[in-house]
Protein backbone atom coordinates (compact mmCIF):
# COMPACT_ATOMS: atom_id res chain seq x y z
CA UNK A 1 0.00 0.00 0.00
CA UNK A 2 1.34 3.31 -0.71
CA UNK A 3 2.03 6.25 1.62
CA UNK A 4 -0.57 7.71 0.74
CA UNK A 5 -3.26 5.41 0.83
CA UNK A 6 -1.65 3.85 4.41
CA UNK A 7 -2.59 8.09 4.88
CA UNK A 8 -5.57 7.88 3.81
CA UNK A 9 -7.07 4.66 5.72
CA UNK A 10 -5.72 6.28 8.65
CA UNK A 11 -7.60 9.08 8.46
CA UNK A 12 -10.64 7.21 7.28
CA UNK A 13 -10.66 4.83 10.26
CA UNK A 14 -9.88 8.06 12.95
CA UNK A 15 -13.47 10.23 11.34
CA UNK A 16 -15.17 6.57 12.08
CA UNK A 17 -14.21 6.03 15.81
CA UNK A 18 -10.53 4.95 15.25
CA UNK A 19 -7.84 7.37 17.10
CA UNK A 20 -6.56 10.46 15.04
CA UNK A 21 -3.36 9.08 13.45
CA UNK A 22 -1.42 11.92 15.14
CA UNK A 23 2.16 10.74 14.02
CA UNK A 24 1.74 11.86 10.51
CA UNK A 25 0.99 15.68 10.93
CA UNK A 26 3.68 18.24 11.78
CA UNK A 27 3.59 19.87 15.15
CA UNK A 28 1.66 22.90 15.26
CA UNK A 29 2.28 25.70 17.51
CA UNK A 30 -1.48 27.17 19.31
CA UNK A 31 -4.08 24.62 19.58
CA UNK A 32 -2.74 20.87 19.66
CA UNK A 33 -3.27 18.55 17.01
CA UNK A 34 -5.99 16.08 18.64
CA UNK A 35 -8.20 19.63 18.59
CA UNK A 36 -7.71 20.24 14.98
CA UNK A 37 -7.91 16.84 14.42
CA UNK A 38 -11.42 16.88 16.18
CA UNK A 39 -12.63 20.24 13.39
CA UNK A 40 -12.69 17.17 10.65
CA UNK A 41 -15.18 15.22 12.83
CA UNK A 42 -17.41 17.59 13.70
CA UNK A 43 -17.40 19.00 9.85
CA UNK A 44 -17.94 15.66 8.52
CA UNK A 45 -20.67 14.67 11.39
CA UNK A 46 -22.15 18.64 10.44
CA UNK A 47 -22.59 17.48 7.20
CA UNK A 48 -24.44 14.36 7.44
CA UNK A 49 -26.70 16.01 10.27
CA UNK A 50 -27.60 19.05 8.40
CA UNK A 51 -28.57 17.17 4.79
CA UNK A 52 -30.78 14.78 7.53
CA UNK A 53 -32.33 18.01 9.37
CA UNK A 54 -32.81 18.96 5.88
CA UNK A 55 -34.84 15.48 5.14
CA UNK A 56 -36.38 15.41 8.09
CA UNK A 57 -37.49 18.57 9.26
CA UNK A 58 -40.45 17.51 11.24
CA UNK A 59 -39.08 14.58 12.90
CA UNK A 60 -36.51 17.06 14.30
CA UNK A 61 -39.54 19.56 14.91
CA UNK A 62 -41.04 16.64 16.58
CA UNK A 63 -37.97 15.49 19.02
CA UNK A 64 -35.64 18.35 19.19
CA UNK A 65 -32.08 18.84 18.18
CA UNK A 66 -30.81 16.71 21.13
CA UNK A 67 -32.76 13.86 20.69
CA UNK A 68 -32.36 14.28 16.64
CA UNK A 69 -28.59 14.61 16.71
CA UNK A 70 -27.76 11.28 18.88
CA UNK A 71 -30.40 9.91 16.36
CA UNK A 72 -28.16 10.64 13.44
CA UNK A 73 -25.35 9.62 15.01
CA UNK A 74 -26.31 6.49 15.58
CA UNK A 75 -27.80 5.77 12.12
CA UNK A 76 -24.28 6.81 10.74
CA UNK A 77 -22.30 4.41 12.56
CA UNK A 78 -24.49 1.45 10.47
CA UNK A 79 -25.38 3.77 7.31
CA UNK A 80 -22.24 5.36 5.84
CA UNK A 81 -22.11 7.70 3.60
CA UNK A 82 -21.50 5.98 -0.18
CA UNK A 83 -21.43 8.71 -2.53
CA UNK A 84 -19.89 12.15 -3.53
CA UNK A 85 -23.39 13.97 -2.72
CA UNK A 86 -25.76 13.54 0.31
CA UNK A 87 -28.95 13.84 -2.15
CA UNK A 88 -29.67 10.43 -1.97
CA UNK A 89 -28.44 9.71 1.34
CA UNK A 90 -30.55 8.98 4.09
CA UNK A 91 -34.15 7.38 2.80
CA UNK A 92 -33.88 4.56 4.87
CA UNK A 93 -33.89 6.04 7.97
CA UNK A 94 -37.90 5.33 9.31
CA UNK A 95 -36.81 2.00 8.63
CA UNK A 96 -34.05 2.53 10.91
CA UNK A 97 -36.17 4.46 13.18
CA UNK A 98 -38.64 1.41 13.66
CA UNK A 99 -36.12 -0.81 15.56
CA UNK A 100 -34.61 1.94 17.15
CA UNK A 101 -35.03 1.46 20.88
CA UNK A 102 -34.79 5.15 21.68
CA UNK A 103 -38.47 5.28 19.56
CA UNK A 104 -39.59 2.28 20.56
CA UNK A 105 -42.60 3.57 22.89
CA UNK A 106 -43.37 6.09 19.81
CA UNK A 107 -44.02 4.04 16.70
CA UNK A 108 -45.39 7.39 15.24
CA UNK A 109 -41.58 8.96 15.03
CA UNK A 110 -40.82 6.20 12.36
CA UNK A 111 -43.98 6.45 10.60
CA UNK A 112 -43.19 10.05 10.01
CA UNK A 113 -39.85 9.84 8.81
CA UNK A 114 -41.39 7.62 6.45
CA UNK A 115 -43.64 10.07 5.13
CA UNK A 116 -40.93 12.69 5.20
CA UNK A 117 -38.79 10.54 3.21
CA UNK A 118 -41.31 9.81 1.03
CA UNK A 119 -42.22 13.59 0.33
CA UNK A 120 -38.44 14.58 -0.40
CA UNK A 121 -38.46 11.93 -3.13
CA UNK A 122 -41.57 12.88 -4.80
CA UNK A 123 -40.38 16.44 -4.77
CA UNK A 124 -37.09 15.52 -6.82
CA UNK A 125 -38.34 12.67 -9.00
CA UNK A 126 -38.33 13.23 -12.83
CA UNK A 127 -41.22 15.56 -14.42
CA UNK A 128 -44.26 14.18 -16.34
CA UNK A 129 -47.00 15.21 -18.59
CA UNK A 130 -50.61 14.57 -17.07
CA UNK A 131 -53.05 12.16 -19.05
CA UNK A 132 -55.34 13.71 -20.84
CA UNK A 133 -58.35 12.07 -19.87
CA UNK A 134 -60.12 13.11 -22.72
CA UNK A 135 -58.63 10.30 -24.19
CA UNK A 136 -60.13 7.49 -21.76
CA UNK A 137 -63.20 9.12 -23.31
CA UNK A 138 -62.18 7.47 -26.62
CA UNK A 139 -61.43 3.74 -25.94
CA UNK A 140 -65.01 1.43 -26.71
CA UNK A 141 -66.56 -0.16 -23.32
CA UNK A 142 -65.16 -3.52 -23.79
CA UNK A 143 -61.17 -2.70 -23.77
CA UNK A 144 -61.81 -0.91 -20.78
CA UNK A 145 -60.82 -3.85 -18.34
CA UNK A 146 -57.63 -4.22 -19.73
CA UNK A 147 -56.03 -1.13 -19.80
CA UNK A 148 -53.01 -0.64 -18.17
CA UNK A 149 -52.07 2.78 -16.54
CA UNK A 150 -48.79 4.54 -15.80
CA UNK A 151 -48.85 6.66 -12.88
CA UNK A 152 -46.94 9.65 -12.26
CA UNK A 153 -42.94 8.41 -11.88
CA UNK A 154 -43.41 10.86 -8.37
CA UNK A 155 -45.43 8.64 -6.71
CA UNK A 156 -45.02 6.31 -3.43
CA UNK A 157 -47.54 3.90 -1.80
CA UNK A 158 -47.00 4.13 2.11
CA UNK A 159 -49.03 2.04 4.42
CA UNK A 160 -48.41 3.55 8.29
CA UNK A 161 -49.44 1.63 11.70
CA UNK A 162 -50.21 5.41 13.31
CA UNK A 163 -51.84 8.95 12.23
CA UNK A 164 -48.72 9.82 10.98
CA UNK A 165 -49.57 11.52 7.90
CA UNK A 166 -52.33 13.94 10.08
CA UNK A 167 -49.07 14.15 12.57
CA UNK A 168 -46.94 15.16 9.99
CA UNK A 169 -49.49 17.84 8.82
CA UNK A 170 -50.03 19.66 11.91
CA UNK A 171 -46.52 19.73 13.00
CA UNK A 172 -45.15 20.73 9.56
CA UNK A 173 -47.91 23.73 9.67
CA UNK A 174 -46.65 24.11 12.90
CA UNK A 175 -50.24 22.97 14.75
CA UNK A 176 -48.32 21.53 17.24
CA UNK A 177 -50.59 22.06 20.08
CA UNK A 178 -54.01 19.82 17.74
CA UNK A 179 -54.11 16.87 19.67
CA UNK A 180 -53.94 13.89 17.58
CA UNK A 181 -53.92 10.21 18.94
CA UNK A 182 -51.22 8.73 16.98
CA UNK A 183 -53.24 5.07 17.28
CA UNK A 184 -56.58 6.78 15.65
CA UNK A 185 -55.21 5.69 12.38
CA UNK A 186 -53.20 2.94 10.18
CA UNK A 187 -52.85 4.85 7.25
CA UNK A 188 -53.23 4.32 3.29
CA UNK A 189 -50.86 7.18 1.92
CA UNK A 190 -50.35 8.17 -1.80
CA UNK A 191 -47.55 10.68 -1.52
CA UNK A 192 -47.34 12.31 -5.43
CA UNK A 193 -45.86 15.78 -6.92
CA UNK A 194 -48.10 16.16 -10.36
CA UNK A 195 -46.59 19.05 -11.19
CA UNK A 196 -44.87 21.58 -8.72
CA UNK A 197 -46.13 20.86 -4.94
CA UNK A 198 -45.67 17.56 -3.41
CA UNK A 199 -49.29 15.83 -2.20
CA UNK A 200 -49.65 13.78 0.88
CA UNK A 201 -52.83 11.56 0.31
CA UNK A 202 -54.83 9.59 2.17
CA UNK A 203 -56.87 6.75 0.81
CA UNK A 204 -58.94 4.65 1.64
CA UNK A 205 -57.79 1.06 1.76
CA UNK A 206 -59.73 -0.07 -1.59
CA UNK A 207 -58.45 2.85 -3.43
CA UNK A 208 -55.23 2.37 -1.85
CA UNK A 209 -55.20 -1.22 -3.25
CA UNK A 210 -56.44 -0.27 -6.56
CA UNK A 211 -53.98 2.05 -7.56
CA UNK A 212 -51.34 -0.17 -6.07
CA UNK A 213 -52.27 -2.70 -8.42
CA UNK A 214 -52.25 -0.18 -11.47
CA UNK A 215 -48.61 0.77 -10.32
CA UNK A 216 -47.56 -2.66 -10.44
CA UNK A 217 -48.88 -2.86 -13.85
CA UNK A 218 -51.98 -5.08 -13.47
CA UNK A 219 -55.03 -4.49 -15.91
CA UNK A 220 -57.51 -1.98 -15.00
CA UNK A 221 -59.85 -5.29 -14.61
CA UNK A 222 -57.52 -7.05 -12.32
CA UNK A 223 -56.65 -4.02 -9.77
CA UNK A 224 -60.81 -3.18 -9.66
CA UNK A 225 -61.15 -7.41 -8.65
CA UNK A 226 -58.51 -6.71 -6.09
CA UNK A 227 -60.23 -3.54 -4.75
CA UNK A 228 -63.60 -4.93 -4.40
CA UNK A 229 -62.37 -8.06 -2.52
CA UNK A 230 -60.91 -5.05 0.10
CA UNK A 231 -64.10 -3.45 -0.12
CA UNK A 232 -67.27 -4.33 -1.75
CA UNK A 233 -68.71 -1.02 -1.96
CA UNK A 234 -65.51 0.42 -3.88
CA UNK A 235 -66.64 3.27 -6.61
CA UNK A 236 -64.92 2.68 -9.35
CA UNK A 237 -66.20 5.73 -11.29
CA UNK A 238 -65.26 8.18 -8.93
CA UNK A 239 -62.13 7.17 -8.14
CA UNK A 240 -60.89 7.31 -11.48
CA UNK A 241 -61.89 10.60 -11.84
CA UNK A 242 -60.66 11.81 -8.72
CA UNK A 243 -57.66 10.53 -9.69
CA UNK A 244 -57.78 11.90 -13.05
CA UNK A 245 -58.32 15.10 -12.01
CA UNK A 246 -55.58 15.01 -9.05
CA UNK A 247 -53.28 14.33 -11.79
CA UNK A 248 -51.74 11.25 -10.80
CA UNK A 249 -51.84 9.59 -13.95
CA UNK A 250 -49.49 10.13 -17.23
CA UNK A 251 -50.47 7.83 -19.83
CA UNK A 252 -52.60 4.10 -20.64
CA UNK A 253 -51.96 1.50 -23.10
CA UNK A 254 -54.37 -0.23 -24.78
CA UNK A 255 -54.55 -4.01 -25.36
CA UNK A 256 -53.15 -5.35 -28.67
CA UNK A 257 -55.71 -6.69 -30.88
CA UNK A 258 -55.79 -10.18 -32.22
CA UNK B 1 -11.05 18.82 -32.14
CA UNK B 2 -7.88 18.42 -30.11
CA UNK B 3 -8.52 17.99 -26.36
CA UNK B 4 -6.51 21.17 -25.60
CA UNK B 5 -8.41 23.35 -28.11
CA UNK B 6 -11.44 21.98 -26.74
CA UNK B 7 -11.18 23.64 -23.31
CA UNK B 8 -10.03 26.72 -24.77
CA UNK B 9 -12.79 27.18 -27.20
CA UNK B 10 -14.63 26.00 -23.60
CA UNK B 11 -12.99 28.78 -21.77
CA UNK B 12 -13.96 31.36 -24.69
CA UNK B 13 -17.31 31.14 -24.10
CA UNK B 14 -19.83 33.44 -22.00
CA UNK B 15 -17.98 36.60 -21.72
CA UNK B 16 -19.05 37.57 -17.90
CA UNK B 17 -20.82 41.30 -18.12
CA UNK B 18 -20.49 41.85 -14.26
CA UNK B 19 -17.39 39.85 -12.91
CA UNK B 20 -18.84 39.38 -9.45
CA UNK B 21 -20.91 36.36 -8.14
CA UNK B 22 -22.92 34.84 -5.50
CA UNK B 23 -23.13 31.58 -3.68
CA UNK B 24 -26.89 30.59 -5.06
CA UNK B 25 -28.73 29.01 -1.77
CA UNK B 26 -32.34 27.84 -2.16
CA UNK B 27 -33.81 30.35 0.58
CA UNK B 28 -33.22 32.96 -2.35
CA UNK B 29 -34.76 31.58 -5.56
CA UNK B 30 -37.84 33.66 -5.10
CA UNK B 31 -36.14 36.78 -4.42
CA UNK B 32 -33.67 36.32 -7.32
CA UNK B 33 -36.56 35.80 -9.51
CA UNK B 34 -38.45 38.24 -8.92
CA UNK B 35 -36.00 41.12 -8.25
CA UNK B 36 -33.36 40.49 -11.49
CA UNK B 37 -30.35 41.78 -9.15
CA UNK B 38 -27.87 43.27 -11.00
CA UNK B 39 -25.33 40.25 -10.93
CA UNK B 40 -23.19 38.77 -13.72
CA UNK B 41 -23.43 35.50 -12.54
CA UNK B 42 -24.44 32.60 -9.57
CA UNK B 43 -22.21 29.44 -8.68
CA UNK B 44 -24.03 25.98 -7.03
CA UNK B 45 -22.75 22.82 -6.20
CA UNK B 46 -23.71 20.56 -8.47
CA UNK B 47 -24.41 17.76 -5.59
CA UNK B 48 -27.45 19.90 -4.20
CA UNK B 49 -28.67 19.68 -7.94
CA UNK B 50 -27.93 15.64 -8.80
CA UNK B 51 -32.04 14.47 -8.85
CA UNK B 52 -33.99 13.26 -11.96
CA UNK B 53 -36.32 16.70 -11.42
CA UNK B 54 -38.51 18.98 -9.14
CA UNK B 55 -38.38 22.41 -8.13
CA UNK B 56 -34.55 22.72 -7.62
CA UNK B 57 -34.08 22.23 -11.49
CA UNK B 58 -36.94 24.27 -11.89
CA UNK B 59 -35.65 26.97 -10.25
CA UNK B 60 -31.91 27.33 -10.94
CA UNK B 61 -33.57 26.62 -15.00
CA UNK B 62 -35.40 29.89 -14.73
CA UNK B 63 -32.25 31.22 -12.97
CA UNK B 64 -30.03 30.19 -15.94
CA UNK B 65 -32.20 32.32 -18.39
CA UNK B 66 -30.68 35.60 -17.23
CA UNK B 67 -27.47 34.57 -15.51
CA UNK B 68 -24.43 32.78 -16.18
CA UNK B 69 -23.56 30.02 -13.95
CA UNK B 70 -20.34 28.33 -12.73
CA UNK B 71 -20.87 24.48 -11.24
CA UNK B 72 -18.65 24.11 -7.78
CA UNK B 73 -18.05 20.40 -7.35
CA UNK B 74 -17.44 19.31 -3.89
CA UNK B 75 -17.99 15.51 -4.48
CA UNK B 76 -15.49 14.20 -6.80
CA UNK B 77 -12.90 13.76 -4.30
CA UNK B 78 -9.62 14.25 -6.87
CA UNK B 79 -7.41 13.96 -3.89
CA UNK B 80 -8.35 10.31 -3.31
CA UNK B 81 -5.58 7.26 -3.92
CA UNK B 82 -8.93 5.60 -5.46
CA UNK B 83 -9.68 6.79 -8.82
CA UNK B 84 -12.97 9.50 -9.25
CA UNK B 85 -16.25 7.43 -9.33
CA UNK B 86 -17.92 7.25 -12.94
CA UNK B 87 -21.07 7.72 -11.33
CA UNK B 88 -20.32 11.23 -9.84
CA UNK B 89 -18.30 12.01 -13.28
CA UNK B 90 -21.63 11.44 -15.12
CA UNK B 91 -24.06 13.03 -13.04
CA UNK B 92 -21.86 16.33 -13.26
CA UNK B 93 -21.46 15.62 -17.31
CA UNK B 94 -25.09 15.95 -17.17
CA UNK B 95 -25.48 19.15 -15.39
CA UNK B 96 -22.60 20.60 -17.15
CA UNK B 97 -24.55 19.63 -20.76
CA UNK B 98 -27.47 21.24 -19.00
CA UNK B 99 -26.92 24.26 -17.97
CA UNK B 100 -23.96 25.07 -19.86
CA UNK B 101 -21.87 26.41 -17.17
CA UNK B 102 -18.92 28.97 -17.96
CA UNK B 103 -16.73 27.98 -15.51
CA UNK B 104 -16.43 24.14 -13.50
CA UNK B 105 -14.18 23.33 -10.50
CA UNK B 106 -13.74 21.54 -7.62
CA UNK B 107 -11.06 21.22 -4.37
CA UNK B 108 -7.34 20.47 -3.76
CA UNK B 109 -9.07 17.58 -1.42
CA UNK B 110 -10.55 14.47 -0.80
CA UNK B 111 -13.23 12.96 1.00
CA UNK B 112 -13.59 9.06 -0.41
CA UNK B 113 -11.90 6.83 1.87
CA UNK B 114 -10.70 3.49 1.13
CA UNK B 115 -14.49 2.09 2.04
CA UNK B 116 -16.54 4.91 2.60
CA UNK B 117 -17.43 8.60 1.65
CA UNK B 118 -16.70 11.57 4.54
CA UNK B 119 -18.33 14.71 3.35
CA UNK B 120 -15.63 16.98 4.45
CA UNK B 121 -12.70 18.55 2.00
CA UNK B 122 -10.29 16.49 3.58
CA UNK B 123 -6.64 17.43 3.51
CA UNK B 124 -3.78 16.36 1.48
CA UNK B 125 0.08 16.02 1.62
CA UNK B 126 2.13 17.88 -0.27
CA UNK B 127 4.19 15.14 -1.42
CA UNK B 128 5.01 14.04 -5.08
CA UNK B 129 2.64 11.20 -4.51
CA UNK B 130 -0.42 13.16 -3.83
CA UNK B 131 0.32 15.50 -6.85
CA UNK B 132 0.73 12.63 -8.84
CA UNK B 133 -2.69 11.24 -7.93
CA UNK B 134 -4.41 14.88 -8.29
CA UNK B 135 -2.72 15.13 -11.44
CA UNK B 136 -4.16 11.44 -12.79
CA UNK B 137 -7.91 12.27 -11.36
CA UNK B 138 -7.91 15.84 -12.59
CA UNK B 139 -7.04 14.48 -15.91
CA UNK B 140 -9.67 11.90 -15.67
CA UNK B 141 -12.51 14.59 -14.65
CA UNK B 142 -11.38 17.08 -17.46
CA UNK B 143 -11.54 13.85 -20.14
CA UNK B 144 -14.95 12.79 -19.45
CA UNK B 145 -16.56 16.17 -19.40
CA UNK B 146 -14.74 17.31 -22.48
CA UNK B 147 -13.12 20.63 -20.43
CA UNK B 148 -10.60 22.59 -18.53
CA UNK B 149 -11.87 22.13 -14.60
CA UNK B 150 -10.07 24.28 -11.99
CA UNK B 151 -9.23 23.57 -8.58
CA UNK B 152 -9.04 25.18 -5.48
CA UNK B 153 -6.86 25.72 -2.70
CA UNK B 154 -7.85 24.47 0.58
CA UNK B 155 -8.56 25.28 4.33
CA UNK B 156 -6.88 23.00 6.50
CA UNK B 157 -6.57 22.96 10.18
CA UNK B 158 -3.68 20.26 10.25
CA UNK B 159 -0.43 20.10 8.39
CA UNK B 160 1.28 16.85 7.53
CA UNK B 161 4.59 15.96 8.79
CA UNK B 162 6.04 14.77 5.17
CA UNK B 163 6.24 17.22 2.32
CA UNK B 164 7.99 17.28 -0.54
CA UNK B 165 6.70 21.27 -1.32
CA UNK B 166 4.32 23.87 0.61
CA UNK B 167 1.38 24.62 -1.26
CA UNK B 168 2.06 27.50 -4.01
CA UNK B 169 4.88 24.81 -5.18
CA UNK B 170 2.07 22.23 -5.10
CA UNK B 171 -0.07 24.70 -7.10
CA UNK B 172 2.37 25.48 -9.52
CA UNK B 173 3.25 21.79 -10.36
CA UNK B 174 -0.38 21.21 -10.61
CA UNK B 175 -1.56 23.54 -13.43
CA UNK B 176 1.75 22.70 -14.67
CA UNK B 177 1.06 19.13 -15.57
CA UNK B 178 -2.49 18.71 -15.57
CA UNK B 179 -4.00 21.92 -17.43
CA UNK B 180 -6.27 22.99 -15.14
CA UNK B 181 -7.19 26.20 -14.20
CA UNK B 182 -7.16 27.78 -10.11
CA UNK B 183 -10.15 29.14 -8.03
CA UNK B 184 -7.94 31.24 -5.50
CA UNK B 185 -10.15 31.44 -2.04
CA UNK B 186 -8.48 34.84 -0.41
CA UNK B 187 -10.57 33.53 2.63
CA UNK B 188 -9.01 29.80 2.75
CA UNK B 189 -5.41 31.95 2.24
CA UNK B 190 -5.59 33.62 5.44
CA UNK B 191 -7.37 31.01 7.49
CA UNK B 192 -4.60 28.62 6.58
CA UNK B 193 -2.23 31.45 7.30
CA UNK B 194 -3.21 32.05 10.12
CA UNK B 195 -3.84 28.19 10.85
CA UNK B 196 0.01 27.11 10.13
CA UNK B 197 1.99 30.86 10.91
CA UNK B 198 1.99 31.59 7.19
CA UNK B 199 2.74 34.40 5.46
CA UNK B 200 -0.01 35.42 3.32
CA UNK B 201 2.44 38.26 1.55
CA UNK B 202 5.26 35.38 0.55
CA UNK B 203 2.19 33.37 -0.92
CA UNK B 204 0.39 35.12 -2.87
CA UNK B 205 3.64 36.27 -4.75
CA UNK B 206 4.53 32.52 -5.08
CA UNK B 207 0.97 31.33 -6.86
CA UNK B 208 0.71 30.57 -10.51
CA UNK B 209 -1.54 33.89 -10.86
CA UNK B 210 -1.85 32.69 -14.55
CA UNK B 211 -4.16 29.85 -14.27
CA UNK B 212 -6.35 31.88 -11.73
CA UNK B 213 -9.72 32.29 -13.23
CA UNK B 214 -12.06 32.93 -10.38
CA UNK B 215 -11.72 34.16 -6.31
CA UNK B 216 -13.92 33.17 -4.28
CA UNK B 217 -14.56 35.76 -0.48
CA UNK B 218 -15.95 34.23 1.97
CA UNK B 219 -16.77 34.84 6.22
CA UNK B 220 -14.35 32.18 8.33
CA UNK B 221 -15.32 31.83 12.30
CA UNK B 222 -13.13 31.99 15.21
CA UNK B 223 -13.14 28.72 17.28
CA UNK B 224 -11.54 28.72 21.03
CA UNK B 225 -10.58 25.78 22.50
CA UNK B 226 -8.40 25.15 25.85
CA UNK B 227 -7.52 28.61 25.21
CA UNK B 228 -6.23 28.27 22.09
CA UNK B 229 -7.68 29.92 18.66
CA UNK B 230 -8.48 28.32 15.31
CA UNK B 231 -10.20 29.75 12.30
CA UNK B 232 -12.64 28.06 10.51
CA UNK B 233 -13.53 28.07 7.25
CA UNK B 234 -17.63 28.03 7.69
CA UNK B 235 -18.86 30.77 5.43
CA UNK B 236 -21.28 32.17 8.02
CA UNK B 237 -20.67 35.38 8.28
CA UNK B 238 -19.09 38.47 6.33
CA UNK B 239 -16.12 38.60 4.49
CA UNK B 240 -13.92 39.74 7.74
CA UNK B 241 -11.69 42.74 7.72
CA UNK B 242 -8.15 41.28 7.25
CA UNK B 243 -9.70 38.61 4.37
CA UNK B 244 -10.80 41.99 2.18
CA UNK B 245 -7.25 43.60 2.41
CA UNK B 246 -5.74 40.55 1.26
CA UNK B 247 -8.51 40.63 -1.56
CA UNK B 248 -6.75 44.04 -2.69
CA UNK B 249 -3.68 42.49 -3.06
CA UNK B 250 -4.34 39.66 -4.78
CA UNK B 251 -6.77 41.86 -7.40
CA UNK B 252 -2.97 43.83 -7.60
CA UNK B 253 -1.91 40.34 -8.92
CA UNK B 254 -4.34 39.96 -11.21
CA UNK B 255 -6.90 42.26 -12.26
CA UNK B 256 -10.57 41.31 -13.25
CA UNK B 257 -10.88 37.63 -11.56
CA UNK B 258 -14.27 36.65 -11.55
CA UNK B 259 -15.03 36.76 -7.87
CA UNK B 260 -17.67 34.90 -5.72
CA UNK B 261 -19.38 35.66 -2.08
CA UNK B 262 -20.00 32.35 -0.48
CA UNK B 263 -22.08 32.64 2.28
CA UNK B 264 -23.35 28.78 3.38
CA UNK B 265 -24.78 28.86 6.97
CA UNK B 266 -26.44 31.78 9.07
CA UNK B 267 -27.76 32.44 5.42
CA UNK B 268 -28.93 36.20 5.31
CA UNK B 269 -31.29 37.85 3.55
CA UNK B 270 -30.01 38.13 0.08
CA UNK B 271 -29.31 42.01 0.17
CA UNK B 272 -26.86 41.34 2.70
CA UNK B 273 -25.07 39.18 0.22
CA UNK B 274 -25.43 41.60 -2.38
CA UNK B 275 -23.72 44.71 -0.40
CA UNK B 276 -20.72 41.85 -0.29
CA UNK B 277 -20.96 41.67 -3.82
CA UNK B 278 -21.06 45.72 -4.61
CA UNK B 279 -17.78 45.63 -1.95
CA UNK B 280 -15.98 43.04 -4.45
CA UNK B 281 -16.94 45.42 -7.41
CA UNK B 282 -15.88 48.16 -5.85
CA UNK B 283 -12.18 46.68 -5.57
CA UNK B 284 -12.41 45.86 -8.78
CA UNK B 285 -13.37 49.19 -10.13
CA UNK B 286 -16.36 47.96 -11.94
Not at chain 1, 90 to 110: E, I, K, R, V, W
Amino acid sequence: MSELARLQKAFAEALEGGDAPLEVFKTAEGMPLHLRFDVYRNNVFGAVARSMEGLYPVFYKLVGPDFFSQCVRDYLKTHPTQAGDLLNYGYDFGAFLQSYPPCANHLYLADVARVEAAWQQAYMAEEATPLDGQRLSEVPGEDMADLRFTLHPSCHFLLTTTAASRIWEAASQDKMDQVIDPKSGGEHLLIIRPVHEVEVRRLNAAAYVFLNSLHNEESLGIAYAAAIAQDPEFDLQNTLIAHLEGQSFTDFTRPLKG
Amino acid sequence: MTGSSQIRAAQSLSPIPIPVGIGLKSQHYHYILDEKPKLGWFEVHPENYMCAGGPPHRYLSAIRETYELSLHSVGTSLGSVTRPDVRHLDALKALVERYEPFLVSDHISWSRGPVHYHTDLLPLPYSQEALDVLIRNVGIMQEHLGRQVLLENPSTYLEFARADMDEPEFLTELVKRAGCGLIMDVNNVFVCAANHGLDTDDYLARIPWEAVQEIHLAGHAVEERDGFELRIDDHGSHVSTDVWALYEKAIGHKDMVPTLIEWDSNIPEFPVLMAEAEKARAVLNV
